[in-house]
């Protein structure tokens, strides 16, 4: 038998569960966490089912087909077209009377609709019961209850979707003799629609049905058109173009919404038993951690203690790995010696390769801990209170709380953080999100904190200091420096709302809080994977290809091939720069194209100081001390790495930043200003906090 293809829509209110069930069917490793925003594309797949082949889609979350954001617009485009066969509405059960509102809007599309209840495990936990029987018979859709996490109900979800696909809604029973014997309206709808809405509005659809069809335009579903023209609908109203002022003399929008949460009251009423049990433990934890005055205390101590955890942990089992790779460097120098191959490759291989990637590997524990504590705080439910805590700040900005988002994201990775910014509504907040997003420091900058502040703060610095320096913990000096990221974007955000002429305004933050659970252990091994993977991945590429390109610079000068360093076109170029970096106090010229390289990858960095040092493990005992003692023969000390760091956090993104920029910004001009602009400002920064801690 031939196998047949359908399209499959996943849509549904943020966080949701849509990206997890669409992992679990096509095998997709998509980023997942317990908060708002984090698809903001849609995403394709496929998979079988029995005879058929489904291409399934998921789409960003949206709380209603009322377009405003780029996400709800992409959402609504998508499910309005004729390539979709069956739309599956995701909905969260354990926030039932909050998710009906976009399942009975996508109801009146009148497309075949399945409505998948998720996290039916929660609904249990809280000690709640929906009645599986009830519920479809008043919406008149197939109500399948699954589980994403544990990936209960898949199957019979899609054997739903195989046999609902030609089907609208089906039979309705709601039980409303008394409403009908009132109602003075000329058809009986209650027993054709899931939602029946007043019998002013219903004539006023059933006018405006007959006004487009006498216009002779063909449209799927009359009644739908009818509603949002009602509604005033800006894209629809423009794409209908008919005269209605003499039905349409007002928004009905307000009145329609209403009628819908009657409807949906009533719906819970009759389906949702045991309401008012629900676990005591979000509200007892949210006491605290969004409280007014201790929220962002209590924000700054979580960060703090991850950065603990990824300083303690990380280095406790880079031990291990560097002794590793200390081995193998002699084994592949001793291999290169008796295979008599020219000093030229033998350097290329040692001091080039493997000092320049393996100089990075040694850092993967330390990238590990970091990312596994942030996917626990994802998925935990937290992340989204920081933009709520975060709210009053914004807002003296001019910004929403929601802003905040793709801030914090930046902590992962700026590439993504900045598309997250698509989840703003206004146009001027989105450009002024992804000009600050790039401030926050973004995991590829770890290994340079882990580097330097090791080298020379805290007792146990590998180069002994006196006085201030050594009292402050190394964990403490990187952490304040995610702090400086953070100070940095929320001043550039207020800089620019002034240039901009935008008066201070007040946004009201309409984000969810989603009750905190216990990570899934699945979910947290996808996210880890998924950032280790891509950071081995970079190793392998583009520090691999920056080593080698550093190397060369190093290694070849006007003359051809030299083993003098200070000869070469890399010292040219570097001693030409240095001047400009003397008042920050990093005029070496190592340190000075160790930071060009970082335009590649900001990981390059340490990577490029293991090849201009010519350290083969810079991260070991041994190799620490020896860049240590290479640095304080410079005159470089404590005030000289905050500056090196902070320099390092501020100044121009990685080009993968750089290209998502200009396709965000839709502008080379102002993407070469944001670029400039960063260097400036970090050169600025740089100079001032040398100046200050020098004193």
Avoid at 222 to 232: D, N, Q, S
Avoid at 420 to 444: H, K, Y
Avoid at 457 to 481: C, E, K, Q, T
Wanted: charged letters at 20%; one cysteine or more.
């Amino acid at each position: 038998m031939d196998k047949e293809e359908l399209c499959v829509a996943f849509i549904g209110n943020p966080n949701c569960g849509k990206t997890t069930l669409f992992n679990a069917y096509t095998g997709a490793n998509l980023k997942v966490a317990n908060w708002p925003g984090v698809t903001v594309e849609k995403k394709e797949g496929a998979m079988r089912y029995h005879k058929h082949c489904f291409k399934v889609v998921d789409l960003p979350g949206i709380y209603s087909l009322t377009s405003y954001t780029l996400e709800e617009k992409l959402s609504r485009q998508f499910i309005l077209g004729d390539d979709v066969d069956v739309i599956i509405d995701v909905a969260d059960a354990s926030a039932l009377e909050r998710n009906l509102y976009l399942t009975l809007q996508i109801i009146e599309l009148g497309k075949p609709v399945v409505l998948a209840l998720n996290m039916m495990d929660i609904v249990e936990e809280r000690g709640m019961e929906i009645d599986l029987h009830r519920l479809p018979e008043m919406l008149g859709i197939p109500v399948i209850p699954v589980s994403a996490r544990k990936r209960t109900g898949l199957d019979i979800l899609m054997h739903a979707v195989a046999h609902h696909k030609e089907k609208r809604v089906g039979v309705i029973e709601h039980h409303h003799e008394e409403q009908e014997a009132k109602s003075r309206h000329a058809h009986k709808h209650h027993e054709e629609y899931a939602v029946v809405y007043s019998d002013e509005i219903e004539d006023k659809i059933d006018r405006i049905i007959q006004r487009l069809k006498q216009s002779g335009k063909e449209l799927p579903n009359y009644r739908w058109y009818a509603i949002k023209l009602l509604e005033k609908d800006e894209e629809i109203t423009r794409q209908m173009a008919v005269d209605l002022s003499d039905i349409v003399t007002r928004s009905y929008e307000d009145d329609i919404i209403c009628q819908k949460y009657d409807f949906i009251e009533e719906i819970i009423e009759e389906c949702l038993v045991h309401k008012e049990k629900k676990a005591a433990l979000t509200d007892k934890a949210d006491a605290l951690l969004i409280h007014r005055i201790f929220g962002i205390p209590m924000f700054l101590c979580i960060m703090a203690m991850v950065f603990f955890l990824t300083f303690a942990v990380g280095d406790f089992l880079a031990g291990g790995l560097e002794e590793v790779l200390a081995a193998f460097t002699g084994a592949v120098s001793g291999v290169l010696e008796r295979a008599g191959v020219v000093p030229a490759v033998h350097s290329l291989v040692v001091d080039g390769v493997i000092a320049g990637v393996g100089g990075i590997l040694t850092f993967l524990p330390n990238i590990f801990i970091l990312f596994l504590a942030l996917a626990f705080l994802e998925d935990s439910g937290y992340m989204a209170r920081v933009a709520y805590v975060m709210d009053d700040l914004m807002g003296k900005l001019g910004l929403s709380g929601r802003a905040f988002i793709p801030m914090i994201l930046g902590f992962g990775c700026t590439v993504p953080a900045i598309m997250a910014s698509r989840t703003l509504e206004n146009e001027a907040d989105r450009r002024r999100a992804i000009l600050v997003t790039p401030f926050m420091s973004c995991s590829a900058r770890l290994p340079i904190y882990v580097l330097f502040s090791q080298l020379f703060f805290g007792r146990n610095a590998v180069l002994a200091v006196d006085g201030p320096a050594g009292r402050i913990p190394a964990m403490v000096v990187a952490f304040s420096l995610y702090l400086l990221g953070l100070l940095v974007a929320v001043a550039t955000a207020f800089v620019l709302g002034k240039l901009q002429g935008k008066k201070e305004q007040s946004y009201a933050l309409l984000i969810e809080l989603p009750e905190y659970k216990t990570p899934n252990a699945r979910t947290i091994a996808i996210y880890v994977w998924e950032k280790v993977k891509d950071y081995l991945t970079k190793a392998g590429t583009t520090i691999f290809l920056a080593s080698v390109l550093i190397w060369m610079l190093l290694h070849f000068g006007a003359g051809g091939f030299t083993t003098e360093m200070s000869e070469s076109f890399g010292a040219m170029l570097g001693k030409l720069l240095a001047p400009v970096f003397a008042p920050a106090g990093f005029g070496i010229w190592q340190l000075v194209l160790a930071l060009i390289s970082g335009l590649a990858a900001k990981e390059v960095v340490v990577s490029s100081c293991s090849v201009l040092f010519g350290i083969s493990n810079i991260n070991s005992a041994a190799g620490m001390a020896s860049f240590a003692g290479s640095l304080a023969a410079c005159g470089f000390g404590a005030a000289n790495a905050y500056a090196f760091m902070a320099f390092c956090l501020l100044y121009t993104p990685c080009v993968a930043t750089i290209g998502v920029m200009r396709r965000e910004l839709k502008s080379r001009k102002l993407t070469a200003a944001a670029v400039l602009a960063q260097l400036v400002i970090a050169w600025l920064v740089a100079v001032l906090l040398y100046q200050v801690l020098s004193l």
